[in-house]
């Protein structure tokens, strides 16, 4: 893991975006929907089922779709949103603790722990050089 900055912000120029990318608006509506349906339901736990019956798509095919057009699981976009939360809590000055709460993790070791599994960095350290799109 570096601390330079510019390191941290090409690794995470692919996830950071995920919900915006240029191609986002030709997904399938209801993968359009499903990101809709997911940003409503964070902090709170999201459970696939629910999300795609709130689509209109069997489970099976909402996991597909995720994998194909936003080119995560559906889990992994789970989390990735959920970080994103507990980072802009960071930068707008919660401590660790608080963040990983008002993202829905169960606590700040939670939070730490799969910051690094996706980012191989703190959120710390990316809540003070990301600055999202």
């Given amino acids: 893991t570096t601390d330079d900055p510019a390191s941290i912000l090409e690794m995470l120029a692919d ?4 919900d915006h ?7 399938h509506p209801s993968v359009r929907h499903a990101v809709e349906r997911i940003t409503q339901l964070l902090p709170e736990p999201v459970a696939l089922v ?12 909402l996991s597909r779709l995720f994998n194909e057009q936003v080119g995560q699981s559906f889990p992994a976009y789970i989390r990735w949103r959920r970080l994103r939360l507990a980072i802009e809590a960071l930068q707008q000055g919660a401590s660790l603790t608080d963040a990983a709460h008002t993202a829905g993790f169960t606590d700040s070791a939670h939070a730490n722990r799969v910051c690094h599994e996706m980012f191989g960095l703190s959120p710390s350290l990316a809540s003070r050089h990301l600055v999202w799109g």
Avoid: D, I
């Fill in 50 to 61: 629910e999300v795609a019956n709130s689509v209109g798509l069997s489970p099976s095919r």
């Fill in 15 to 18: 996830v950071r975006g995920a």
């Fill in 21 to 27: 990318r240029p191609g986002h608006r030709l997904w």
